[in-house]
């Protein structure tokens, strides 16, 4: 099958800064018309065109995955990432064209749940949003633990108290306010699944507390992207297009690959899937794997990589591609 | 185009026939002369006009009496079509993929008209003409996924994705080759394809989960798979087995081009939006040995096919004991010559 | 008896393991004949605050008093002996009820017996996965017949008769947790009257 995903046409229809450091984005679709349903937990990615550069960021969808009339996402400026959150605070206009993904879902609920319990931190509160639409248009059952750095950083924290009262549980940091988690965990009925976005700290924590409290793995559910990490510029042989590809210090394997004209297949561009795992034909150095994807022994075995996430550092590597 | 609806059955005198037209359509799964389990899927995109890879959801002329059948076997045993309670969602889905894709590309045959959620659907074949408000079961007479597999050629299954695999939470089958919705409703990819020999030490089932984990709204995949019936019964059902089984016995080389049928499955994949969940609907076609070999490359490989299969296939698919014959009565048509790639008739 | 090895089998077909005891917030043990031993195992590596966490359902089938006094001297919280699985069915279902997210469920004895609170525990939110089985004791199998629905218990040969039916079935390794048993399929479908000699093969 031919790499990524279907591809949507859309005209940003909203910029709207939230706070000091996240902006909201509305997509309709250009030329009028629907856009595809999606389910609760879904994320888009965003292709920008930077100059010679094209970035792909992944964002989650957190409108009312039932409205096909738009499409929203939430962006948090990271002056320290490879420029994709810049871009989008700095260059998307009103009225611009933009090429996004049809939505994924690596993130969905598991509909069996008696309860759904979500644990988010920060920026992590996006792909709730639209889960608690939908679970509200369902009847599910569901609670909100949200923690935010202060209340003015609150990101959405405001309405969704007024939209689910009851529901949602607010956590100042700068009021050293903090989810009591051990409490939380210990009281849940049976049937109860618990989902986490946020911080990389935050989801170890809630995999570790729950995991020590007996609690089963398929019951604890969590959502990271992983930014691609910059690195050492390093070269690559590709076997099958009979290229050589050089990757830069802040460009990731996948889009050097991409950039050379090479189909390479994603999906997440985060190492949570496993579309882009390609198998490599000979080294002589080191692998960086960073994904969520292949097992300890996987990369231990040297015979395969995820492109979109980790790096090389080495004399050769050769790829399958 | 329209199309002319077969009266016809598929059990007691079997009037079941293949019109010409269905003949040089037949989607015959085999595209060299010998075959093999294997990870054989690829985009379910339109291919093809006027065969039955050129439609979402193919409609063709056995599609009225199918659905008689269909209603039978389920006012029989109503265990052929259940739903685990999370799955209504996925139901609902499947009444929009399918209504939205049928509407479109059958508008002669099926129109829907929305009004916000509340639809209108007209299936003028089998005369139904319903208003609905989508989302709501009670405005149905059937659970969602039940109402529209009743009005949709093939078995359905439903996947719910979680724990990186896929279970079998939902299903409506009733032109199953020999396994039970009732016993499987809940397994997971690997335990439903337990008793499947071979493909799981060939390591095929992992790698289509890993592919069909993947399945991308909109971007729908396809495959064939295939066995052997005796008659043109589409219900072959482990249930009914006690019945059906002895016909197996009835074969002989007289009867053979009229009794022994190829059954071949179009299986196709769709992520479904709202829940997130796979829809695997199983579409079931059968032709006679006779009108088969009425396409001289067909019949030339499909006596290749079954002579060299392996021998667990051969078991597994339940027909080890009447290969000899059907070896022998195929054999006729085979004259030695080479066949050309490709599933299709050759142009003559 | 110590704990069973099977015959490697297809992927339907449920492995079981070593009990061993895990942190949580409760235990329920569930147990019916040799099953004791498997418990009794467990408690001589469990910490002194085990028990009294924990909920002993204890069905002593053909052992008598065999284990169920030793049972009982290891002080659960709340222990339990009956005389079938079906009468303790209802009190499974309340235990459940009470426990939270955390609880640790052991399962041992016999598949039957497994595989049917398994179901319970499932039914109430425990991912199967979560559940430690251990087998011991009998190796008959709880059957279901694919053409009536009808289960028969303690299947010990292949083919059997269907208890309900009374038609003759094959023993299919094919097993389904939401029903908790194995296939069984009419052996002589193809060739009605035609049925095999019954080999015993499970104990
Ligand atoms: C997710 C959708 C699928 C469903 C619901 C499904 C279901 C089944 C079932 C119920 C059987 C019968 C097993 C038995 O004997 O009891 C079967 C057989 C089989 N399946 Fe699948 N299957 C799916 C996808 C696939 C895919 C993607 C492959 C790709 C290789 C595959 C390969 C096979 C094969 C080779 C057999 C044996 C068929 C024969 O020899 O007649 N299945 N499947
Ligand atoms: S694209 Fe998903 S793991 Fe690399």
Redesign the interface.
């Known amino acids: 099958?031919?790499a990524g995903?279907?591809k949507l046409n859309v005209t940003v229809a909203e910029v709207k800064p939230i706070n000091d450091l996240v902006t909201r984005f509305k997509f309709v679709r250009t030329g009028g018309g629907d856009l595809?349903?999606?389910?609760g937990?879904?994320h888009t990615v965003v292709e920008m065109q930077d100059g010679d550069i094209t970035r792909l960021n992944a964002y989650s969808l957190m409108s009312n995955?039932?409205d096909r009339g738009a499409y929203t996402i939430s962006v948090r400026r990271d002056d320290q990432g490879r420029g994709g959150s810049k871009f989008m605070h700095t260059r998307v206009i009103e009225g611009m064209e933009m090429v996004i993904s049809?939505?994924?879902?690596l993130f969905?609920l598991?509909?069996?749940?008696?309860k759904h319990l979500m644990l988010a931190g920060g920026i992590g509160i996006t792909p709730f949003m639209a889960q608690m639409h939908?679970l509200s248009?369902?009847d599910g059952h569901f609670e909100l633990h949200y923690s935010v750095r202060t209340a003015s950083l609150g990101t959405y924290a405001k309405e969704l108290s007024e939209r689910y009262p009851g529901k949602v549980h607010i956590y100042h940091d700068d009021q050293n306010e903090a989810i009591d988690l051990k409490t939380l965990?210990?009281?849940?009925?049976?049937?109860?699944h618990v989902y986490v976005c946020g911080p990389k700290g935050m989801i170890e924590w809630v995999h570790g507390t729950a995991e020590?409290?007996?609690?089963?793995?398929?019951?604890v559910h969590s959502e990271e992207f992983l930014a691609p990490a910059s690195g050492k510029p390093f070269e690559v042989k590709c076997a099958v297009s009979n290229k050589i590809v050089q990757v830069g210090e802040h460009q990731s394997l996948l889009e050097a690959l991409e950039a050379a004209g090479i189909d390479a297949p994603y999906?997440c561009r985060g190492g949570a899937?496993?579309?882009c795992e390609t198998n490599v034909i000979g080294y002589d150095g080191k692998f960086l794997h960073y994904d969520h994807w292949l097992t300890d022994e996987q990369k231990a075995g040297g015979k395969h990589i995820m492109p979109c996430v980790s790096r090389f550092e080495g004399k050769t590597l050769v790829l399958d591609r | 185009m329209t199309i002319q609806f077969n009266d016809e059955t598929f059990r007691g005198d079997f009037t079941f026939r293949n019109s010409e037209w269905a003949i040089k359509r037949f989607p015959f799964p085999f595209h060299e002369d010998s075959y093999m389990y294997s990870v054989n899927m690829e985009p379910h995109t339109s291919y093809r006009p006027g065969s039955v890879f050129e439609r979402t959801f193919d409609v063709d002329e056995h599609y009225v009496s199918e659905m008689k059948d269909r209603a039978q076997v389920l006012a029989d045993d109503p265990l052929r079509c259940q739903s685990l309670p999370h799955m209504t969602l996925a139901g609902w889905d499947l009444v929009e993929l399918i209504m939205e894709a049928k509407a479109r590309e059958y508008p002669d045959l099926f129109e829907l008209h929305k009004n916000g959620n509340r639809w209108r659907w007209v299936n003028k074949p089998l005369g139904i003409d319903d208003t609905f408000t989508f989302l709501d079961e009670s405005t149905l007479p059937y659970g969602p996924m039940e109402y529209i597999t009743r009005q949709t050629q093939g078995d359905f299954a439903l996947l719910d994705q979680r724990d990186d695999n896929l279970w079998m939470d939902a299903g409506m089958v009733t032109t199953q080759a020999d396994w039970s919705l009732d016993f499987d409703i809940g397994m997971n990819f690997f335990e439903w394809h337990a008793p499947v020999p071979k493909a799981h030490e060939m390591g095929i089932f992992v790698r289509a989960l890993k592919f069909l984990l993947n399945i991308q709204q909109g971007q729908p995949a396809r495959r064939l798979n295939w066995t052997m019936t005796v008659n043109p019964l589409l219900d072959t059902s482990p249930e009914n087995y006690h019945k059906w089984g002895e016909m197996k016995q009835d074969l002989t080389l007289e009867n053979m081009g009229s009794k022994q049928h190829l059954r071949v499955e179009l299986q196709t994949f769709f992520r479904l939006p709202r829940s997130n969940a796979l829809v695997f609907p199983i579409r079931c076609y059968l032709i006679s040995f006779g009108d088969l070999v009425t396409v001289p490359k067909w019949g030339r490989r499909l006596h290749r096919v079954i002579r060299d299969l392996p021998e667990e296939l051969a078991t597994y698919k339940g027909f080890i004991d009447n290969r000899p014959m059907m070896v022998e009565w195929l054999s006729q048509y085979d004259d030695g010559s080479p066949t050309s790639d490709g599933i299709w008739p050759d142009d003559d | 008896m110590s704990k069973t090895e099977f015959p490697p089998s297809i992927k339907s077909r449920p492995v079981y393991g070593e009990l061993e005891p895990r942190a949580g917030s409760g235990h329920l043990m569930i147990a019916d004949a040799e099953g004791a031993e498997a418990i009794l195992g467990l408690a001589k590596s469990v910490d002194p605050g085990f028990w009294a966490k924990t909920h002993i359902i204890y069905i002593p089938k053909k052992t008598g008093t065999k284990y169920s006094s030793q049972l009982e001297q290891l002080g659960a919280g709340q222990y339990y002996c009956g005389p079938s699985y079906e009468a303790a069915q209802s009190r499974i279902r309340r235990a459940l009820q009470n426990c939270h997210m955390g609880t640790q469920v052991y399962l041992t004895g016999t598949e039957s017996l497994m595989g049917q609170a398994m179901h319970e525990a499932v039914t109430a939110g425990i991912p199967h996965t979560a559940i430690q089985t251990e087998h011991r004791g009998s190796t008959a199998r709880r059957m279901q017949c694919v053409h009536c629905k009808g289960i028969t218990e303690d299947v010990t040969t292949d083919p059997f008769e269907c208890s309900h039916c009374g038609l003759s079935l094959f023993v299919r390794d094919h097993y389904s947790r939401r029903i908790a048993a194995f296939q069984g399929v009419r052996v002589d479908a193809e060739d009605p009257g035609n049925i095999p000699e019954k080999v015993e093969l499970f104990k």
Request: glycine share 8%; proline share 11%; charged share 10%.
């Open positions: 099958m031919s995903t279907a595809p349903t999606f389910s937990g879904a995955p039932a049809n939505p994924v879902n969905s598991d509909l069996r749940a008696k939908q248009m369902m965990l210990a009281n849940q009925p049976l049937g109860t020590a409290m007996g609690w089963p793995r398929e019951a999906l899937c496993g579309q």
